[in-house]
């Protein structure tokens, strides 16, 4: 069974860095690209960017090239989102997800990661 | 980038009623290589991860319930639920990931009239 399993909710203040993690499993995991996907609170679906495990190659979104880094170890199966300095606008619900298929539609989905920024 | 809209924002439907949302992208999402849109929908209910529900416009995911389908080409796309049960109460999203950066239309809910 593909799973995707992210790191648990966090609480920040602005200025401080995060690292959230996703743990693939049941599934050869440098085979498919992971995105990102951020949801506000009470907002819509924003894709951020993705990354290929077996090169880490990166594709980011413009709106959030620059504030956020994703990397991949493909080691320990696992792909993270990084932010070096946070703002309280990063506070947000953050998915990873994948596609299993060649369709390339976004098919399993991580629980999602809580990210709280506040002073 | 590709800018998807989504229409309406809100749709109130009855038990048992039809309900459609149309999705349209910018540019087109048709990969006329091999003639297959790139236009997902997912449905995302209260607390959960979203859900795929239709990929390449018109492909229901497996164990998607068959009153789900999806419809359109190019630019211009349709999800319809046959009869909606009191189960299918969300957020609806469509998606292009034809060229990136990927998006999402920015969502139509679903509630019982």
């Known amino acids: 069974e593909v799973q995707l399993v992210q790191s648990g909710a966090e609480m920040k203040k602005p200025g401080e860095s995060l690292t959230i993690s996703c743990k693939g499993s049941?599934?050869?995991?440098?085979?498919?690209?992971i995105s990102w996907v951020r949801q506000m609170p009470g907002k819509g679906l924003e894709w951020m960017g993705k990354?290929?495990?077996?090169?880490?190659?990166?594709n980011y979104s413009p709106s959030f090239q620059g504030h956020v880094t994703i990397t991949a170890d493909k080691s320990i199966r696992t792909a993270h989102l990084q932010w070096s300095s946070l703002k309280a606008s990063d506070t947000a619900m953050y998915y990873c997800?994948?596609?299993?298929?060649?369709?390339?539609?976004?098919?399993?989905w991580g629980q999602g990661t809580l990210v709280s920024v506040s002073s | 980038d590709i800018e998807m809209i989504q229409s309406p924002d809100s749709l109130p439907v009855s038990l048992g009623e039809r309900a459609t949302i149309n999705c349209k992208s910018s540019?087109?999402?048709?990969?006329?290589?091999?003639?297959?849109?790139?236009l997902g929908w997912y449905q995302q209910k209260p607390g959960q991860p979203p859900k795929l529900l239709i990929y390449w416009a018109s492909i229901r995911e497996s164990g998607v319930p068959d009153r789900f389908s999806g419809s359109g080409s190019g630019t211009d796309f349709t999800l319809t639920i046959s009869s909606l049960q009191a189960e299918d109460v969300a957020v609806y999203y469509c998606?292009?990931?034809?060229?990136?950066?990927?998006?999402f239309g920015q969502g139509t809910k679903v509630e019982i009239k």
């Open positions: 997800a994948t596609s299993y298929s060649d369709h390339g539609a976004l098919e399993y």
């Open positions: 540019q087109t999402v048709l990969n006329s290589s091999n003639n297959k849109n790139y």
């Open positions: 049941g599934y050869t995991f440098t085979t498919y690209w």
């Open positions: 990354i290929d495990p077996r090169e880490s190659y990166t």
């Open positions: 998606e292009q990931y034809y060229s990136p950066p990927w998006t």
